[in-house]
Structures are given as structure tokens and as C-alpha cells.
């Protein structure tokens, strides 16, 4: 279970991104997260993973204390959390393989990685995420060549490499046309249900958090304003969330 208690972070200058949120996922669980740009959702998904330190706060994992782990043990920790980014964070001169087989880091010998020296079973299991993703074909091919959605589904089998028991989507589909962003989704929901991995999405489109999502959180302006199933976001919740300017359209 991921439990988030009191979430605080304030950027230099004095920005408030995050504004003591508390929430629970259960092991197993399809969340979405929601909320207008700039409502503090990917910070929140990079505090989990302490790729952002937040400023107060707790967030336990599987009973280990996140924001107390040392450098060492978040290394260790990071091992099992999967992270998607919006913007792929693809090494663009480099094989899709390898690409791929970054998602290993955490777990080979440092000076293996430098030079891009990975087990045989590493390898193996690469071209078999990359299978699973529907691109094996695509492995020696420069990552720069795919389309925005093999792209992605480079960055889904990255995070597979690590056999996580977590994956954070940092608005995974916001650069995907609808098309392709349902098979993107799917993925993850496949991920989620057949291999029991809990995932925290943030979305930007409704109509997927129906679709797609267990459960919902929703932040603005930093505060977590809706907790609660998809089905429940009202016309009213979704003026509290969105503000009572926007239209809704899924």
C-alpha cells in the first residue's frame, strides 16, 4: 500500500505546488490522478519516487518510509517503481534496446551500464517487454525513428526492465492523438490487472479516467479537492475541480 500523508511542496520563490495532501492506494489499484495544468500533479508523482524532495510530509510504501530513505535505499526502493513520462525521456541517438535496457540500471553492475554491457538474460528479457508492447521489430532501430506512440511503448517496456510492483504515469498520453492514447492505456490497464502492479496516472481527459481508472484523486491549486470513483464526479465536482469556467466534454 502507498500511503501519502500531509504532502507538502513549496518551490523556491514560495511556490506552493503541493498543499498537505493525504491519500491511499491500495496494492493493486488503477488511480488517476486529476486536475487543471499546473495543479501540482506531476510534482506529486516525483515526490513518490523522491525525484522531487518534498518539503513536509510522509509517504510510505509497502511500509518503508519514502522521504526518510537515505540515498542507498532509494536506489533500492526506485528499483521497483516504474515511471512513464509525458515526453518519453527517450535517449534519442540510442537503439530502442537500449532505451529498454536502462530500465536495468538499478540492478547491474555501474560500470557494466557505461558501456552498455548487460547480461544475456538482460537482453533476452528486453526484446520480450518490447514483444509484450507490440515493437520487437523496432529494437534496433534508433529511437528517434518511432512515432510518438512506439515512443511511448518504448518508455512502458523501460519501466517493465525494473519488475515493478509500481508504476507512476506522468500524463502519459497528453502528446498522443485519442488513437493512440486508448492503446497506451491499455497497456498500462494490462500491466495493472494481469500483473497486479499498482498504477498512478496523472490524465487530463475524463473520458479515460472512466474507462481506465479504478479510483480518482483530484488536485487544485495544489490541494486535493475529490477523492472518490470516477462515477461520482458530479457537475459540481467537476466545477470544484476544473473551475466554474469549464465545460466539461467526456
Known sequence: MLQVKNL??????????????????????????????????????????R???????????????????????????????????????????SKVITNVLAGRLGYVNPAWSLVNRFPREDMDKALRQLERVGIADKAYQRADELSGGQQQRV??????????????????????????AHSIMKHLE???????????????FLD????????VIALNEGQLVFEGLPSEIDDKKFKDIYGRDAERVG
Open 190 to 204: 494490462e500491466i495493472n490487472k494481469n500483473d497486479g502492479v499498482t498504477v498512478l496516472c496523472s490524465l487530463h
Open 51 to 93: 525525484l522531487i524532495d518534498p518539503t513536509a510530509g510522509q509517504i510510505l510504501w509497502d511500509g518503508e518510509d519514502v522521504t526518510a530513505a537515505t540515498p542507498e535505499e532509494m536506489r533500492r526502493i526506485r528499483r521497483k517503481i516504474g515511471m512513464v513520462f509525458q515526453h518519453f525521456n527517450l535517449v534519442h541517438r
Open 155 to 180: 518508455g512502458i517496456a523501460r519501466a517493465l526492465m525494473q519488475d515493478p510492483k509500481m508504476i507512476l504515469a506522468d500524463e502519459p498520453v497528453a502528446s498522443l492523438d485519442p488513437v493512440l
Open 8 to 49: 507538502t511542496k513549496i518551490y523556491d520563490g514560495g511556490v506552493k505546488a503541493l498543499d498537505n495532501v493525504t491519500f491511499d492506494v491500495p496494492k493493486g489499484q488503477f488511480l488517476a490522478v486529476i486536475g487543471l495544468s499546473g495543479s501540482g500533479k506531476s510534482t506529486l508523482l516525483r515526490c513518490i519516487n
Open 208 to 215: 479515460l479516467v472512466h474507462r481506465y481508472a479504478d479510483r
